[in-house]
Structure formats: C-alpha cells, structure tokens
C-alpha cells in the first residue's frame, strides 16, 4: 500500500443524504442518547431519561428485552424481507410507531411538527399526547395523514369531550385513551431540578444557559413554551410546575367514562396502560379496538410488571379481536422483533425518538426510524423469517425468555 492509498482511507468521507455528521456518526439509540445528553440541559435531559420513584420498573422494562433469546430457523430465503403491516386498516412501512410524549419543544424547537413529519416521511403513527406543546390542529397542519391523539380523561369533562372532538374535527385517526394516570407518578428528578413548563430563569438555569448556549438560543428565539391543548386549564397561572399537572387528572375515572367516550368516538379506541387479561377482556365488552401495553416507560407506577412479560397473556385474552400493541424498553429492532413474535402488532417507542429530536428535530427522528428499520430487518433475516406474518406464526419456536439479563454497554439508559 502506497503513501496516497494510506491517505484515501483516512480521508474524511462527505456526509450523503442530506444528514448533518453528528447524526451519520450516531450508529444506535444509545449513541443519540449520548449526544442529546451533552446537548440538553440537565433538567430537561432527566424530564426525558428519569422514571418514578426508584427507577425500578424504568430498568426492568430494559431488562425484560435482555432476557429474550432467539432461535433461528435455518436455511429460509430471506433475500426481501417484508416489513410492512396493516393496524386499524391502514398500512404502515414498519411495525411501529411514535408513542405520545409531553411537551416536546422543550427538547427541540421543532416540537411536534417535527416529529410529525418524520413520521410521515418514514410511514408510521405519530401520537400525540394532550400534554403537547403544540396545539393538536397545529400538528395535524403538517400534513400527516396517520396521526393519532392520545386522552387523559381530565377532571374537566367538558375539556375532555372537547378535545376529543377537536382531535376528530382535525383528522385524527385513533384515539388511544391512557388509562394508568389517575394520579401523576412521583419523578423524583423532576421534583429535585424544579422543572417548570415553561422553563423559567432561575439562577440555576442562568447558569446552565452558558453551558448549553445552543439550546438556549433556540429556546428563546421560539414562541413560548405552552401546554397547547389546555390553554383554558393552565392559562390563569401563566405556566405550571410538571408535577402541578397532576391536579388536571381524574382519579374518579371509571369504566362508565370509558363507554362514553366510545359512544362519542366513531374512529379506532385504544386504551393505554398495565391491562391484564380480566381488564382486556372488559375492554372488549366495553367496544375498544385495541390494547397498548404500556408501564408508562417506568413513570407512572413504580415496581410495575414490564408490558413484555404481561405480552403472552394480553395476546391469549385478545384473541384476534383486539390489536396488541406494546411500548416500555425497546431500543433495538431487535426488541421489536421479539414482541411480534411473542404476539404483538406493532410497537411503540417513545425515549428514543426524543433522543433523535434532541440531535437534529426531524431528521434525527428519521435517523432513530431508519436505525431502529434496519436493525429490524437484519434480525428478521437472521432469524429466518421473510415477513411479520412468519415472524408471528413462528414466534413460539423462534423467542424464549430467560431470567439472566444479557451482558451489554454499561450504561443507565432506559426507554
């Protein structure tokens, strides 16, 4: 090897796909996480990362997915594996989705659209949550045809109903109703760092605007940082402390509000949350279309079952009546994987993508969506299986789940 062959390789390649470096250089989920981390202010990096109480269900939900082992089947042609999928009638590109996550533009200014448009762009299911801070007609003005709007049943019921009827009147396609906050969960770092929504300028945060002058002057150059979609039940204090939210729940919801709700939604009705299979089968006298197992990511009910070790037995109650989606700890298409197989029909992610938005709003979002498509493909094709419907049908022989973690980067990330 020549002098001028050692400098070719060592040459800095340029950047394709219109992509910024940073992003080309984040290889998976956690490298995003890495980068966000040293982007974003601590408060908010913790309003992101951090759990309830003492993080325990926000490591076991990573856990969980550790313990999957697979067995492959063996010689299968799976030259074009097909990843595509159907849910609620609509086709998606993968099996997965955006789960809802409040308050959004406090990690990018984008926001929301942002992340709407990525979804579009990469074919899959946004939700948005009734603590955004984008107005959900704002989102839904991005162009996005497969949005959906996720409900907190507030102790307002004429806000509730509004916002439903808001999220229909703008073309939301599924309504997925979270049924695991009747009170807000403790976020011990939320609480420790004083985080406001808006955030405000204490001396701790003037402090931290040198660290993160970039963030900052994105932040300030913005409109305000607002919940959106409760401007009348938060607009006389001007802002809110995130744990002051818990005051618009409704720990009085019952079953009844739920069969309102159904008689006022004409559209697909999840409901979201920790459901087993007595509380599976009364949603679907209830008339709901689907179940999203889900602990919150760990932020809600500390110490709860993680969603894939509740999958098998909320599958077996479902039957095929119900779709069985499922979020809470997945940061591989790997992890995806696994939860077709063991009966799911599409997953959500919700850290991730923050991630991704924190790195670059819309194409860092597209960048967690190609990263987590890619991986998923790859096990596919490594595991024998040339569609989800394989995937599925095979999955009792192809996934078992063991009690012994597998070894990997130490980190303390959780989804």
């Not at 603590?131 to 045809?145: F, I, M, P, R």
């Not at 939301?172 to 406001?196: F, I, K, P, Q």
Request: a neutral charge.
């Amino acid at each position: 090897m020549n002098l001028f062959q050692v400098i070719e390789l060592v040459r800095p390649k340029p950047h394709q796909g219109g992509s910024s470096g940073v992003l080309d250089r984040c290889h998976d989920i956690e490298d995003l996480r890495d980068v966000a981390r040293r982007r974003l202010p601590r408060a908010v990096f913790d309003y992101v990362d951090g759990g309830a109480d003492d993080e325990i269900s926000l490591s076991a939900n990573r856990q969980a997915f550790r313990q999957v082992r697979f067995l492959p089947q063996a010689l299968q042609d799976v030259s074009a594996p097909d990843l595509t999928t159907q849910l609620f009638g609509t086709g998606l590109a993968v099996p997965f989705g955006l789960a809802p996550t409040g308050y959004t533009r406090m990690v990018h200014s984008g926001g929301e659209r942002a992340v709407a448009r990525a979804a579009a762009a990469r074919g899959v299911p946004y939700t948005l949550s009734t603590v955004a801070s984008t107005a959900l007609e704002d989102v839904a003005a991005t162009g996005n045809s497969n949005l959906w709007f996720q409900l907190y049943v507030l102790r307002d019921r004429g806000l509730t109903h509004e916002l439903v009827d808001r999220a229909a009147a703008a073309g939301y396609r599924v309504l997925e109703l979270s049924v695991d906050t009747a009170v807000s969960g403790h976020r011990s770092r939320d609480v420790r760092n004083g985080l406001t929504i808006p955030p405000r300028l204490t001396l701790r945060t003037l402090m931290g605007i040198g660290a993160r002058p970039g963030y900052w002057t994105s932040m300030l150059r913005g409109a305000p940082l607002t919940l959106a979609n409760l401007q009348s039940a938060t607009a006389s204090s001007g802002g809110t402390t995130v744990a002051r939210v818990n005051e618009l729940f409704d720990p009085s919801v019952t079953w009844d509000d739920i069969a309102e709700i159904r008689q006022r939604w004409s559209g697909p009705l999840v409901l979201k949350g920790l459901l087993g299979p007595a509380d599976i089968r009364r949603a679907v006298d209830v008339g709901v279309d689907g179940v999203h197992l889900s602990n919150h990511g760990g932020r809600q009910l500390d110490r709860s079952i993680t969603p894939l070790d509740l999958l098998r037995p909320a599958r077996d109650a479902a039957g095929e009546c119900l779709a069985v989606l499922l979020d809470s700890g997945i940061r591989h298409g790997a992890d995806i994987a696994a939860a077709v197989a063991l009966g799911a029909d599409a997953c959500f992610i919700g850290r991730p993508y923050l991630y991704g938005a924190a790195v670059g709003g819309t194409a860092g979002v597209e960048r967690v969506i190609d990263l987590l498509t890619a991986q998923l493909r790859r096990t596919m094709q490594l595991l024998g299986t040339a569609d989800l419907t394989d995937l599925r049908k095979h999955g009792p022989g192809l996934v078992t789940l063991e009690h012994r973690p597998l070894p990997g980067r130490k980190s303390t990330a959780h989804v």
